[in-house]
């Protein structure tokens, strides 16, 4: 990592295994789009631009940063730098089936998002496309969250607190509007914990989250592992079921195991684009 003698700039250098295209539109994230070079969005409080060059990946936050070195640890963190992917990929790889995903879209990397706004988002996820999912997502950042450069940061949960369905509903989330206020106050007033999940056992965790209304295993799974690093979940969809039919009609490989859930984002991608409908 380097940083640059300024307050916006952090540079990862000797990366040559991530593609951000890959990994901001492989369904796990909804504020990142493609501006300019690279890719323009929030990484928890921080508004960036990130960009590839040769074996770097840069990130320029758009407001100066305070201490860069906890930036810069931020970012390696949120965008799964500090993992060693190489190794996993390899090991997944004794699969072949997992190495044929593997191969389709090898620079996937499973990001660790704040959960709070994970745990808002994929609710507004539930029987939703990805399109409207963002536009409902940065309608909800620009009523109620905090304007940062011509931008709105996602709102924490106290932002969140006097928001009542019918408000929810002016942002067209439909049936959603009433899970999101649940969510919301349940984590308000500390009957969901972060730290509680953080803390506990996959399955405990699950069961822990899915005391939200409209949080179904599904939801659970995708919280778990894109901002809680329960590596252990397993989220599955439409695509995913199918994939499991066609590509491990036995079963998930013994390689995996464990690590489900970053193998599930190459079983995903592949599935997508591959796979008989």
Not at 15 to 37: A, N
Not at 136 to 147: C, H, L, N
């Amino acid at each position: 990592m380097i940083l640059n003698n300024d307050e916006y700039t952090v540079v990862f250098d000797g990366i040559t295994d991530v593609d951000l295209q890959q990994t901001f539109t492989c369904g796990q994230c909804f504020r990142w789009d493609q501006w300019q070079d690279g890719w323009r969005g929030f990484a928890g409080p921080y508004q960036c631009y990130v960009y590839q060059t040769d074996d770097k990946i840069v990130v320029n936050s758009f407001n100066p940063v305070e201490d860069m070195e906890t930036f810069g640890k931020y970012m390696a963190h949120y965008l799964s730098l500090d993992m060693d992917y190489a190794a996993l990929r390899e090991k997944f790889s004794r699969d072949e089936m997992m190495k044929k995903a593997i191969e389709y879209a090898p620079g996937i990397r499973v990001m660790t998002q704040p959960f709070f706004e994970t745990l808002i988002t994929f609710i507004i996820s539930r029987n939703n496309n990805i399109p409207r999912i963002k536009k409902i997502v940065d309608a909800m950042a620009r009523t109620y969250g905090t304007e940062t450069g011509g931008m709105y940061a996602f709102p924490q949960a106290d932002q969140l607190a006097g928001v009542t369905v019918e408000q929810y509903n002016e942002l067209r989330m439909g049936f959603r509007s009433k899970y999101v206020y649940d969510a919301v106050q349940k984590v308000l007033s500390g009957q969901v914990s972060e730290e509680f999940i953080r803390e506990s056992d996959y399955e405990t965790a699950k069961k822990h989250l899915m005391q939200i209304k409209g949080v179904g295993p599904k939801v659970a799974d995708c919280v778990l592992l894109f901002s809680c690093e329960k590596w252990e979940s397993f989220p599955k969809d439409v695509w995913i079921n199918r994939a499991l039919e066609q590509m491990f009609p036995d079963g998930l490989p013994e390689c995996i195991k464990g690590l489900e859930g970053i193998a599930q984002q190459y079983i995903f991608q592949y599935a997508r684009f591959n796979l008989e409908k």
